[in-house]
């Protein structure tokens, strides 16, 4: 007996949980659990199902296809840890988030390795056995550096998230669709408030008296994939902008583990630049 | 076509969403959201559907109890608004919020009275057109003056909820049994944390940073019925008890008003002293 | 004995805590509490202190002036009610909020009036014996509806707080300096992310899992004066943007009770287009 | 030019922020920032002064003490590094985020050493180049292990605080008076509500939606010292004791973190089993 999940992205029409859960049924499979929600607006049917049974994964992939509306989306996930890819600039607390969770075996992931544009943290990733690759943007154009990333990444296989965990250089278009819905990242701002550079610096400007950060899927534009978690923070008067980053780093280290563990999970599901998350 | 909360509570087996589900579809109904929990220690299963169509309600449910194991509940509503009556006794927030609510359209309910043992509030009251019912509680035995509270509460019919918004008399189990499953309260406290009298003076004592408030069905054990909903907030040294209790009037408030929206969308379950809130 | 706060802005220099603070121990006086604040990068000094004993409000003011840099302010306020008038257009909540809230007693201040460019809210705000005035706007031009308004508003006296409790009209930059740093507003967003229309139809196609409320004083650039308080809820894919307008509500009234508590009790310093909150 | 923490702890009595702020003028000391607070039930007066300049601190010290009433305290105190030692049992969360903030240098700490009973976290520890020290309890009294704990901690010299990240032994008066105002404690409960043993079963059993994390000073009672920092997370009914818990590691480090924080800026004033945090 194994446990599977089973993600389901359709259009919606009338009888699509009485379908599948009639083929649950006659696969004797036990439900752990099922989420269901309906866009009326756009339409568009999702559910996430635990069941736990024997079952034959491309069998039940073709027969719960088959009962579905065209162009649905179907996929059973074991339970396994995924391979996960984390890349970093220069600061610490996001990337040592995850890691001791990964160490204190919170995650169900195995890190590959770090990637980062300096050797600034590499002594510290060395600690935890695993590999660190620089690939240091001096002296190169940003597609050349981009194309050395990408073969940093691609000499591992089956990668199955990249973690932006405080990676501070602008990815290109290229990038993004190299490893299209893949991409996790942190913006250090409550989106779409302060897009861009020192979000601390503008906010504080603004004399605002909450900050925030966004973990978010990369698409093309810069800031403005499907928002994954959001968490905020009181600041008040006497926080310069530097105290903003610097509690900041907290509530971007919460985000970003956060999402990565709904990723993780197989909790996410992605359409129209949002994400319903069960 | 009209809309339909179908409401089941049963004890778990295998199958239960398909055959619920395919009631629902060889009915021709519309799922317009579907929440559905097991609880596996309990072995219990709970379903709220939301479905839009032409049913016989009396037909529906008898057709659901048919395929669901023995000892099952299951509850077919309308989204009709809900009679309910408020007990308080002298202090104005959680009494007010809930008639600004009312007035304002937020609430699917009719008020049918306030049940007070002062007439404090009376005037308040009476401005929304509400009648407000005085029982001194003065001179009068406990049990004598919960008959009259009874007997007053009696002379509506269809009573659905019971909402005490501030009562600060404590209830006989007399009472309790009389409107079983029906009374709201909020309590000025973190429960299970100060329980009893002036919580904010202990709070205060207790030198606590955060301080909150729980609404929960009443039963027998004072304080401790199955909690809806808690809310807190943060305080700090600056905080006398006096402050944290004026402070504490804004939890309350916003508790109870989440709490009774909970109970009138016929979102919560009940077993095991605690709650399922979909 | 009476009580006083002292509320000092001032460029900062060496020793203004000692000197201010000597003068009041030459008058005998009591510090009841002690705030203050120095933004070393603006060079600015802050301080707020509650005093009990005996002064001539006057003198007090000219002795505290004499050992401050120029330009400085000096206010000394009594802690009376302070009075204010309520704008609001269609919607209850936050004009409701208020309301219970002086019914309750919970605030310092008269309500002389609640003015609307509706009648809508008339026989509600009747309830409270509170004067309702309509300045339709129908039929007229901006510059003519907002004269009214203003004239409307200038037939009471001494009014020192105006609160658009969701009042939904924009208010041109005459209407804004008529009652420069009076002006009190709830923007139904958590600023500056959605500034303008329909902040919850445009958090709800971002995407966004928090929605908030900012309330700030009005200056001349529409959302943009200085910010007082925030506050956020968590969202998530099931809420359709009304969903999110209906919960936005519940932040709507707190931030916007919380920032007109602040301003009544004189705890708020504005400058450089920020607060700082005592 | 140096900074120095000034930390006064009176008797009140009227003119103390006078006396105090003439000496730092008479010393031609800046004030970067400030902060009293005075409880008028106790008659106590607290001051946090950050000053910058030329001083002599035992100088210094005298002077003040000089013009407080008898039995106050002062402290002059160099914002260099304190020393703490971090003793923890088997779980790595809150010992792990304490390493991380260390490492990225967040932390005004030096970690002489991780104390345990068990060897387990020790190949973690020793990654971070910091002294693992077991002392096993296995077939030891309770009052043997403590005193080869005291005898572990004493061989150190100038510990300022004992951090107890999740270290799950029970600690004896003697142990808490030999380190007197210096442990400070993680509880995964909000404190005061399940106090002792396994407080997520405890929670889970009560239904609560909300649970928290207590950070305080150890006294004699057990989990019943001075509260430091309290914080909370929803949670429903989908949440069994283990899910609880698993989400509590998440509050509990951050709890632990922020106290430690305050305690390391001299920010926590202790009297009458409460804070006093600026």
Redesign the interface.
């Known amino acids: 007996m194994a446990q599977y999940r089973v993600l389901i992205d359709a259009n919606d029409e ?2 699509l ?2 379908k599948v ?2 083929i ?2 006659n696969h ?1 499979l ?5 989420s ?6 756009s339409n568009k049917f999702f559910m996430r199902s635990v069941v736990d049974g024997e079952i034959n994964k491309a069998d039940l992939k073709n027969e719960i296809e088959a009962i579905l509306p065209e162009n649905s989306s179907v996929k059973i996930v074991e339970p396994n840890k995924k391979n996960i890819i984390i890349m970093a600039t220069k ?3 996001a990337l ?2 995850i ?3 990964h ?2 075996g ?1 995650l169900e992931a195995n890190i590959l390795a770090v990637v980062s544009n300096y050797d600034l943290l590499e002594s ?1 990733v060395s ?2 056995d695993i590999p660190y690759i620089t690939v240091s943007h001096v002296g190169l154009e940003r597609s050349e550096h981009e194309t050395k990333i990408i073969e940093a990444i691609n000499s591992f296989e089956n990668v199955d998230y990249i973690v932006l965990a405080k990676y501070m250089r602008i990815l290109t278009p290229r990038f993004v669709e190299t490893f299209e819905d893949k991409i996790i990242n942190i913006h250090h701002s ?5 897009i861009g550079a020192n979000p601390y610096k503008q906010a504080y400007d ?5 900050i ?1 950060a966004t973990a978010h899927f990369v698409n093309n534009n810069l800031d403005e994939g ?7 923070i009181h600041v ?3 926080y ?1 902008w530097k105290d903003m980053q ?1 509690s900041g ?2 509530v971007e280290k ?1 985000v970003l583990s956060r999402a990565l563990k709904l990723a993780l999970e197989d909790r996410i599901f992605v359409y ?6 069960f």
């Open positions: 009338k009888g949980v009485y859960s009639s649950f049924y004797n036990n439900i752990l659990s099922n269901e929600f309906v866009d009326k607006e600061e610490l607390h040592g988030d890691l001791i969770r160490e204190a919170e510290f600690k935890f409550f989106l779409p408030a302060f603004r004399g605002v008296k909450i925030g499907p928002i994954i978690a959001q968490e905020v008040n008067h006497a310069g610097r780093k907290d919460v129209a630049n949002r994400t319903v998350i």
